[in-house]
């Protein structure tokens, strides 16, 4: 089913190249079929992968097992076994995402703008799919069935390349995708992967421009920053989120200790919670925010003024620049006192990763001031980070947080994965 | 003005790399005020630039001058320096251009899409500038003014790089641009060359990912595949067309003649000119629409097939593959015969650049089934090729017609030089 070289060979870079490029043209052939194929025809599918899924979880656990058990091996860390190991819940959740994701209106076919030309022309700009979108992440077995269902949804072929940590998982998950294809009629090389080939594998992937439309990374920043600087593919950066709160001298007590607390101790390990806090040195909420968070388990690494300004109850660290810099995911927060409003936006363009900043305030010229200057996917007045999310504003489905500002800003939903063709229909008409 | 090293200095890798990374930083400065400044004040720099051009008439012609006088003793070909050359008329036609892009609306601030969700949080999807736009291009001093008009429109500051062959012209375009934009109170800053470090300075351009927002190449396939290869900052294709148009049993000859002879006739020096003809076998249009193509000057490079078809009095050369893949932006014409649609789509799928493509049909299935297997950025039934054209299809203005998927698709007006910012609005709603 997923071919593979025999186990003693070792291919060259130019036999992996023609394997790839075979792949991606048959990814293309596929994509051709998702292309064609209706809503109802693709919602189909979603939900017989779904099924499919639940009724052959027993394969899927045993072969995430040997992952598992080679990555204790291997002395994985605790965060990354997590990430790596599935059971019986997180396989029903991800069945649960193909059903809702069948329940979500198609992207493609939809009619962006159009108009009837001067001269009689009727013109169209109309979404269609993508062709084929490839994905490289890394010991995340839950990413090859998101990025699947997202990209068939949306009319694509996909090619995953999943990495050798969860090289078991994904072959077993691949192999449930791609019956479930054929089952509804569907091309079962619409699901690809290059993993059989390594990194090398990866690395065709890269360069295969005009074979490839988009490559979309998953994962940590090493992995995103190498496909950014090797890939000649368009890529959509995704997840990096350095995020930011200000308080400002007007803000509320209240608001800034339930919106603190929110943002950073409701899920800490994602890319909207907050990771660096600065308060106007006029404001007096800060002994009470840092209060609370430190109640809730939260680490404060803190520079001099904050230090000095907190009460002698609450723990801190001292702030180096490292911590400006650091997107902790986990229950530490870095906290700095500025003097203006320009000083906050100044500390957030030096360190801010572009994803989502916010402003807690009762002034109005300082939040149209914020708005206007804060240069980020996602720019919040009174209200948490954890609102940066495709889910929460109302995409439906999430393909991830782009932090570029090409093609996609922010979250990113299925439109994000198509793109469009212009139609234009005439009885003769010729350019003056 | 224009910072310049010393003649006798040979600048490091790493001289050119902190030298173009200030560079990047003053137009990040820069970009600041450009986004900022509302659609008046644009516009008053537009039209200052304009009148500047037209002021400094004499110095820009007597730069350009040297620049040809140079091109001419190193052989640059005729068409190349018909590019190169500046003169009265094509200064108005620049001071024109600008004229026109004042008064087109400003992208920037435009709500793309908004609602007030269920919490009450008030969410707006809004048009914001890129920030830094790089271009690199060669011998073609108009697209100085150009792209930079464009970019400063849309509230952008540009980096240009515009080769050596034109180096005297775009320093004297350059250091008018800049002033102009300071008579009005905008930073000199917001349009900047890279010129100076030659090759080095372009190179670095293309690894400023995260200094430089998006980079545009303008100019031939050797050029646009140097930039895409290399470059991790986003890259926006334009440009490239090998345009086919294929012509159905049931399409009449009087619309086939009038439309080829526009499509290839009118300019064939642009990349929306038809280049290849795919003519199905059961058509009996061919004699007519060869004649009249021939009459008009244009060369025939036909398959066996047509040429076995073609009336004695109209001449051909015998067709190779090359002719498939050429795109001759000149009066040459691939014509092949096919025997189905299917064989015409297939033709189209290995050799399009996926510009523009058009059927001449009077079959409604036909049409329908060209619109839905044609992947490419212009489809078209019934009309000519040469409507793909940012101006054609009410733009307004074109940054150049993307040839790529991911972004923009097609002709490209100003809103494709913006990016977009979610803006989120709340008092003190957290994420359950």
Known sequence: MVPSLPADSQPTPADVESAVYAIADRSRQAARSMGRANRAWKDKALRAIGSALLANKQQILAANTKDVEAGRANGTSAALL??????DTRISALADALENLAGLPDPVGNVVRGQTLPNGLRLRQVNVPMGVVAAIYEARPNVTVDIAGLALKSGNAVILRGGSAAAFTNEALIRVLRDALESVGLPADAVQTVDQYGREGANVLMRARGRVDVLIPRGGRELIQTVVNNSSVPVIETGEGNVHIFIDESASEDMA??????????????????????????STVLPAVAAALSKAGVRLHADDRVRA???ASVESLPATEDDWATEYMDLDLAVAMVDSLDDAVKHIRTWSTGHTEAILTNDLRNAERFIAEIDSA????NASTRFTDGGELGLGAEVGISTQKLHARGP?????????????????????
Do not use: F, Y
């Open 82 to 87: 997590d990430r790596l190991t599935l059971n």
């Open 257 to 282: 200790v339930e919106i603190l607390l929110n943002a950073k101790t409701q899920r800490p390990s994602v890319c909207n919670t907050v990771e660096t806090l600065l308060v106007h040195s006029g």
């Open 309 to 311: 300004a907190l009460p």
């Open 378 to 381: 996602a720019v919040i007045v």
């Open 412 to 432: 990113m939903g299925l439109t994000e994965l198509t793109t469009t063709k212009w139609i234009v229909q005439g009885e003769g008409q010729v350019r003056a």
